[in-house]
């Protein structure tokens, strides 16, 4: 099936504790997306990457960070977490191949840093 | 700046016809897309216009007129299951893959 995958789902932790959210798809896409979302904010992308080694801010990418190391994963890193990361997670892919704008999301992972 | 406006809300009965609207103001255009999200769930892709005029898709229509930076999406023949929220989307550049969402437009669809 394909599909986009996150993990953790949920997650709790606390101020300055160092963590990793992982993204990973299997449909040998290209584009890889992070956004993060809040109530009345739509969503807002942190992170994206074009290919493996290739990455770029977003809007909102200031506590994050990203690595393309393989081309089917895109994991997301928050070096020391603070309380207005809290959020919900999504990770989106989409291929370049005429289709770039069609994006598929993971189940998104909800974070929340006390 | 960059922003998108959208209605937070629209009430709608089964069976009619609904039309969600968006405006944009961004630093590049290269195609609006139209997102379907339910509560709890991740948001699903709808409908893209790159170029003006309309797309259908099923049940579902979505419009651009770039000179008037304005879109929107039509949902016919309402159900119950298309109560949920639905976000435009700008893409901002031809090569790169960043996106602008709009703040969500909350559709509750009434028996």
């Known amino acids: 099936e394909a599909q986009v995958t996150q993990n953790p789902r949920y997650l709790i932790t606390v101020t300055g504790k160092k963590l990793t959210v992982t993204c990973s798809q299997n449909?040998?896409?290209?584009?890889m997306s992070w956004y993060r979302q809040d109530p009345g904010l739509g969503l807002r992308q942190i992170y994206y990457?074009?290919?493996?080694?290739?990455?770029d801010k977003g809007d909102v990418p200031e506590g994050y960070k990203v690595s393309r190391k393989e081309k089917r994963n895109f994991p997301l890193i928050l070096e020391s977490p603070s309380p207005n990361q809290t959020s919900l997670y999504f990770c989106a892919s989409s291929p370049t191949s005429g289709r770039a704008y069609e994006q598929y999301f993971g189940p998104g992972t909800r974070l929340t840093v006390t | 700046g960059q922003s998108l406006e959208q209605p937070s809300e629209v009430t709608a009965v089964e069976g009619a016809i609904v039309q969600i609207n968006c405006t944009y103001q961004?630093?590049?255009?290269?195609?609006l897309s139209w997102y379907q999200q339910h509560d709890g769930g991740a948001p699903t892709f709808l409908s893209y216009?790159?170029?003006?005029g309309l797309e259908e898709t099923g049940r579902f229509s979505s419009f651009l007129s770039r000179s008037d930076s304005y879109g929107y999406l039509l949902l016919q023949e309402l159900q119950m299951k298309d109560s949920a929220s639905y976000f435009c989307a700008v893409r901002e550049s031809d090569y790169g893959q960043n996106f602008v969402f709009g703040p969500g437009t909350r559709l509750s669809v009434l028996p």
């Open positions: 990457s074009m290919n493996v080694e290739v990455t």
């Open positions: 216009n790159a170029l003006d």
């Open positions: 961004t630093s590049g255009f290269y195609g």
């Open positions: 449909m040998n896409h290209e584009y």
